[in-house]
């Protein structure tokens, strides 16, 4: 089974989530620890505040950054993505498609934390007819009658934060998206390098159990050929 930490900020200086390539070793290193295998980076990008252009110099540039200061052969896999907010009409934004995880289809969607109407609803199913599969980020932070009713108007998929199996959260709705096959990913949303933080991961994955195993296979599915970083590095020199 390949554990794949779907959404987390390592990228240096790419968004507020990492400050530094002595952080991004940091983060890797605590992910190898706990038994992550590859680990999709999923650097914030706001299409009221920034363009596709700019994001995406900014990421390349974190990303040669992290390549020439790590070992990257001695820690997981890292695929290029982003985690871009939903604003209204923003499915025919110009090359929304780079944006996906690098050589897939994939793109993971982060809802704003406001009343879904329909407008934003018609949004999700406009990336999607573009021939993107969107991923819904960390669906367990929002109201659950909103994602229920986005997961039933629209055909978008779902992540799961690890925070979600904390104490005393009720985690039933979760567990039942994954056993439909609507949840296909799983992350820590890793922002910074705290030791706890990340054993989240870890117990989100023992508190799952079998089912985990069911959602990284899916995961694993959905990024067949997805292009890692170093192979991308050696397209960007």
């Known amino acids: 089974m390949m554990r794949i930490d779907f ?27 706990a038994g992550t ?41 890292v695929y290029p993505a982003a985690e871009v907010l939903v604003c209204i009409g923003m499915d025919k934004m110009p090359d929304l498609e780079k944006l996906t995880v690098a050589g897939t289809s994939v793109i993971l969607l982060e809802m704003p934390f406001t009343y879904w109407h329909d407008d934003l609803l018609a949004t999700v199913r406009g990336v999607s007819a573009r021939g993107l599969t969107p991923v819904l980020a960390h669906i367990d932070r929002y109201d659950p009658a909103e994602v229920a009713r986005l997961l039933s108007e629209t055909d978008a998929l779902a992540q799961v934060n690890a925070e979600a199996f904390g ?17 296909v990913a799983l992350g820590s949303d890793l922002h910074g390098d705290k030791p706890s933080d990340y054993k989240r991961f870890v117990k989100m994955q023992k508190k799952l159990g079998p089912l985990a195993e069911v959602v ?7 990024l067949r050929e997805a292009e890692p970083l170093t192979a991308r590095q050696s397209q960007l020199v």
């Not at 104490?167 to 949840?183: D, H, I, S």
């Open 216 to 222: 990284f296979a899916r995961t694993a599915e959905l």
């Open 7 to 33: 959404h987390a900020h390592i990228l240096p200086r790419a968004d507020h989530g990492c400050d530094s390539s002595v952080m991004s070793e940091k983060q890797l290193r605590l992910m190898k620890k």
């Open 167 to 183: 104490l005393f959260k009720n985690t039933k709705a979760l567990r039942a998206y994954m056993r439909e096959g609507r949840v």
């Open 37 to 77: 295998d590859a680990v999709v980076a999923t650097s914030h990008f706001y299409p009221n505040h920034d363009s596709v252009e700019s994001f995406l110099d900014r990421r390349d540039g974190a990303m040669e950054a992290m390549q020439r200061k790590l070992p990257l052969t001695d820690l997981p896999t």
